[in-house]
């Protein structure tokens, strides 16, 4: 039988709104751990990631949840949503008055997901399977990453590449829930957001997501 992304995607999640961004629906799982064993089940073989897709995470909810309650950071300009899962950070972007949002996963499926979603909310989302992380990305007025501080290689990359993209003029946001490798300087702090949380995911049932602004620091060859 034929994989359908689409059909999966629409037969495995629930139309949900995030807990703190009510405006936003989402092609959510509503009991995470199954849709987490069948993704493993159907598509370990096709190389593809767990269900990230899936999650409102913490850090993204944040950060869409300040982006509404704030729309001059977003209104008019153009918008990367990076390490973006469901799309909620470009979708919420976009309602803002965002001129243009582009979201960027890995995940095909993901990137299937996000699609959907922007339809659903009645909004136009560019997508991207990736950028080049060597070089600043210098096409977008506003970067915003999402809960990429979980895992330390990817943290320490995408980290850098971030400062980078600081260091040429983009305004860069990190929103973060208390993750082990979030940068220990060069953040600014613009709003906390009390977020709950599913301990089938998370260890425990409330983490406050942090909307960090990333200032300009010296990048080490190291770093």
């Known amino acids: 039988m034929t994989f359908d992304p689409v059909d999966f995607i629409r037969t495995q999640t629930q139309l949900l709104s995030p807990s703190i961004v009510p405006e936003i629906t989402l092609h959510l799982a509503a009991e995470v751990t199954p849709l987490w064993q069948l993704t493993e089940e159907r598509l370990h073989h096709a190389g593809l990631p767990p269900p990230f897709w899936a999650v409102a995470w913490p850090g993204g909810q ?9 729309p001059g950071l977003v209104k008019g300009k153009r ?9 909620l950070i470009a979708i919420a972007a976009m309602i803002a008055g965002a001129k243009s949002a582009l979201a960027v996963d890995i995940d095909p499926l993901a990137i299937e997901a996000i699609t959907l979603n922007a339809e659903v909310n009645r909004v136009k989302v560019k997508t991207s399977n ?13 970067i915003i990453a ?4 979980y895992q330390q290689a990817m943290s320490t990359t995408l980290i850098r590449w971030l400062r980078l993209c600081v260091d040429k003029g983009t305004f860069v946001l990190l929103s973060d829930p208390g993750r082990a490798y979030v940068p220990q300087e060069g953040l600014s702090r613009l709003a906390g957001y009390d977020v709950p949380t599913s301990l089938d995911i998370e260890d425990k049932e409330m983490r406050t997501a942090t909307v960090w602004k990333m200032e300009k620091v010296e990048i080490s060859e190291e770093s």
């Open 62 to 70: 944040g950060a869409a949840r300040h982006i509404l309650d704030n």
């Open 79 to 87: 918008i990367v949503d990076y390490a973006s899962g469901s799309g």
């Open 130 to 142: 990736g950028l080049d992380l060597k070089k600043p990305y210098t096409s977008a007025d506003l």
């Open 146 to 149: 999402g809960d990429i501080c």
